[in-house]
């Protein structure tokens, strides 16, 4: 119906088109937007971060009206995307709080809008993959340098971050926090673990094509990156840490296991020498990391035991469409279910989330989009000998596997700083996997 639609508005502005240098250089501006949204989200608000990357949809949506023969072609777990999508509008419809809920299905139209533009950029401008890592690189970067600089000049708490009772005065951590608003280590942690896999696979992608200078020094940027995510203290960020490392390690081994095992298993024992020592003698590290295991011992996990126990009622309550999108909806309900003294943002598990604001069928579509794309990408990187594309569709899934995991016990997934990262790592997959499913139809 869409293509159908665009078929025709191109071929009554096909004179428009061929006389507009504006027209003409859409990708361009759709490129210069992209970019614009990561750079915005290191230091800018939510509010304008979503309002460039209305401009990067707006664009899209202007190219397919315009551009003769530019069509959308969803890929097969796209369809469960629009799946979800269908049923957050009814979810809309129904919930007893609309004005906030739109608020939030706003925000949601926002971020798959912004999904599908760069899908559509990718399709027709794969090789402009590596400079989007390297823009989400070096925000990642930039980040990790205020996170080193904010350690040695031991910041203080904004709020409490941290259940400091039970610990000596050196086990408390000094929580790094860097740019991002609202500051919080949470969301840097989370931020990390959405973005770090660029770097490496920023890395890899210029020592395959033999740039090794600043392969390199991509490398060391990852390396940098992945300390200071220790120092924000953000124990689901650490978890986060590990499905990234144990990715780049299995991903790895389908190129060196072969011809460099000796070496391979020098590296990996290396890693987890280093990280045991950390452990053992960074006492503020180790109190953080044995935290963990804590459960109700430890205040932070005990107040998200509460908070999961009244968002289950809640989606037991209204388990078929949910309360509506949004955390502002969410926060209004959810006073209705908490325990005293117990106030919270969301569920803080992003599938909890999901089913609370949207029902049972939302989340059953937002998985069956997960599990599919995941899958068509690992079975992508397993059976694909083009190097490249294996470099793209790894870093990308291993950064959702992250972020996945993470969104366990957290719920920063729900800013915009880790939505776009996302979504764009979602692209990637989707772009990579066209390009190759139209070859194989050619």
């Given at each position: 119906?869409?293509?159908?639609l665009?078929?025709?508005?191109?071929?009554k502005?096909?004179?428009?088109y061929?006389?507009?240098?504006?027209?003409?250089?859409l990708?361009?501006?759709?490129?210069a937007?992209?970019?614009l949204?990561?750079l915005a989200?290191?230091?800018?608000?939510s509010?304008?971060?979503?309002f460039?990357?209305?401009i990067?949809?707006?664009?899209t949506?202007?190219?397919?009206?315009t551009?003769?023969?530019?069509?959308?072609?969803p890929?097969k777990f796209?369809l469960?995307l629009?799946?979800?999508?269908?049923?957050?509008?009814?979810?809309?419809?129904?919930?007893?709080?609309?004005a906030l809920?739109?608020?939030?299905?706003?925000?949601?139209?926002?971020?798959?809008?912004?999904y599908?533009s760069?899908?559509?950029?990718?399709?027709?401008n794969?090789?402009?993959i590596?400079y989007?890592?390297?823009?989400?690189?070096?925000?990642?970067?930039f980040?990790?340098?205020i996170g080193?600089?904010?350690n040695?000049?031991?910041?203080?708490?904004?709020?409490t971050?941290?259940?400091v009772?039970?610990?000596?005065?050196e086990?408390v951590?000094?929580?790094?926090?860097g740019?991002?608003k609202?500051y919080n280590?949470?969301?840097?942690?989370?931020y990390?673990?959405?973005?770090i896999?660029?770097l490496?696979?920023?890395?890899a992608?210029l020592?395959?094509?033999k740039?090794?200078?600043t392969?390199i020094i991509?490398?060391?940027?990852?390396?940098?990156?992945?300390?200071?995510?220790f120092?924000?203290?953000?124990?689901?960020?650490?978890?986060?840490?590990m499905v990234?490392?144990t990715?780049l390690?299995?991903?790895?081994a389908?190129f060196?296991?072969?011809k460099?095992k000796?070496?391979f298993?020098?590296?990996?024992?290396s890693?987890?020498?280093?990280a045991?020592?950390?452990?053992l003698?960074?006492?503020?590290?180790?109190?953080?990391?044995l935290?963990?295991f804590?459960m109700?011992?430890?205040?932070?996990?005990?107040f998200?035991?509460?908070?999961?126990q009244s968002s289950w009622?809640?989606?037991?309550?209204?388990?078929?469409?949910?309360?509506g999108?949004?955390?502002?909806?969410?926060?209004e309900?959810?006073?209705l279910?908490m325990?005293?003294?117990f106030?919270a943002?969301?569920?803080?598990?992003i599938?909890?989330?999901t089913?609370?604001?949207?029902g049972?069928?939302?989340?059953i579509?937002?998985?069956?989009?997960l599990?599919?794309m995941l899958k068509?990408?690992?079975?992508?990187?397993?059976?694909?000998?083009e190097i490249?594309?294996?470099?793209f569709?790894?870093?990308a899934?291993?950064?959702?596997?992250a972020?996945m995991?993470?969104?366990?016990?957290?719920?920063?997934?729900?800013?915009?700083?880790?939505?776009f990262?996302?979504?764009?790592m979602?692209?990637?997959?989707s772009a990579?996997?066209?390009?190759?499913?139209?070859?194989?139809?050619n």
């Amino acid at each position: 119906m869409f293509n159908s639609l665009f078929k025709f508005t191109q071929s009554k502005l096909n004179v428009l088109y061929e006389n507009s240098l504006f027209l003409q250089n859409l990708d361009k501006l759709i490129f210069a937007s992209v970019i614009l949204v990561f750079l915005a989200s290191t230091c800018l608000s939510s509010d304008v971060i979503g309002f460039l990357a209305l401009i990067t949809i707006f664009l899209t949506v202007l190219q397919l009206l315009t551009k003769p023969g530019e069509k959308c072609e969803p890929v097969k777990f796209e369809l469960w995307l629009l799946a979800y999508f269908m049923i957050v509008i009814i979810s809309l419809a129904g919930s007893t709080l609309f004005a906030l809920s739109l608020k939030g299905f706003m925000k949601t139209v926002t971020y798959l809008g912004f999904y599908v533009s760069i899908v559509h950029y990718l399709k027709h401008n794969k090789n402009k993959i590596p400079y989007i890592l390297a823009a989400i690189g070096v925000c990642i970067s930039f980040e990790s340098i205020i996170g080193i600089l904010q350690n040695f000049a031991q910041v203080s708490e904004i709020s409490t971050w941290q259940d400091v009772s039970k610990l000596n005065p050196e086990e408390v951590m000094t929580r790094v926090y860097g740019t991002l608003k609202p500051y919080n280590p949470n969301l840097l942690g989370g931020y990390f673990v959405a973005g770090i896999p660029s770097l490496f696979g920023l890395s890899a992608y210029l020592l395959s094509e033999k740039y090794f200078k600043t392969g390199i020094i991509s490398l060391g940027f990852a390396f940098l990156s992945v300390i200071t995510l220790f120092l924000t203290g953000c124990r689901g960020a650490y978890i986060g840490c590990m499905v990234i490392l144990t990715g780049l390690f299995l991903v790895a081994a389908k190129f060196f296991w072969h011809k460099f095992k000796k070496l391979f298993l020098a590296i990996l024992a290396s890693c987890f020498a280093f990280a045991t020592a950390a452990l053992l003698f960074v006492s503020s590290l180790r109190a953080r990391v044995l935290s963990i295991f804590a459960m109700r011992q430890d205040s932070s996990n005990s107040f998200r035991f509460n908070v999961y126990q009244s968002s289950w009622q809640m989606f037991k309550d209204n388990w078929l469409l949910g309360i509506g999108v949004g955390n502002k909806n969410f926060r209004e309900i959810y006073g209705l279910y908490m325990r005293t003294g117990f106030d919270a943002l969301s569920a803080y598990n992003i599938f909890l989330e999901t089913a609370v604001e949207s029902g049972i069928f939302a989340l059953i579509a937002f998985v069956g989009f997960l599990i599919i794309m995941l899958k068509e990408g690992i079975c992508f990187i397993i059976k694909s000998d083009e190097i490249k594309d294996v470099i793209f569709v790894s870093t990308a899934v291993i950064s959702i596997c992250a972020v996945m995991v993470h969104g366990l016990v957290d719920t920063v997934f729900f800013r915009p700083q880790l939505q776009f990262v996302f979504w764009t790592m979602a692209a990637v997959i989707s772009a990579v996997l066209q390009q190759k499913s139209s070859r194989s139809e050619n």
